[in-house]
Nanobody
Framework: QVRLVESGGGLVQPGGSLRLSCVAS????????MAWYRQAPGKQRERVAA???????NYADSVRGRFTISGDDAKNTLYLEMNSLKPEDTAVYYC?????????WGQGTQVTVSS
């Protein structure tokens, strides 16, 4: 089964930056899409950014212009570059990969934006 492992989370001040990484175990899967989701306590999980196919990207309105999703196929790694972080960005961030009809999730990495 495909395993996704996130890293790069931590504590950062408002206005700061972090880069999250998601390393996939699979080298035999061709993913239809990969995405980053986040979930804050008491909140629904929401999609933050998605990479569809090789080039198409989608961003939530709340992060557009601040976050950038990208991938490195040679390293089986998905990235989320987060800039101008706000306290409301605080959440557990999850990596997701889809190869229709399967969907896979990582364990999550905590991002806390606070002074």
């Amino acid at each position: 089964q495909v395993r996704l492992v996130e890293s790069g989370g931590g504590l950062v001040q408002p206005g700061g930056s972090l880069r999250l990484s998601c390393v996939a175990s699979a080298s035999t899967f061709s993913f239809h899409s990969m995405a980053w989701y986040r979930q804050a306590p008491g909140k629904q999980r929401e999609r933050v950014a998605a990479l569809i196919g090789e080039h198409d990207t989608n961003y939530a309105d709340s992060v557009r212009g601040r976050f950038t999703i990208s991938g490195d196929d040679a390293k089986n790694t998905l990235y989320l570059e987060m800039n101008s972080l706000k306290p409301e960005d605080t959440a557990v961030y999850y990596c997701n990969a889809v190869r229709v009809p399967q969907s896979y999730w990582g364990q999550g990495t905590q991002v806390t934006v606070s002074s």
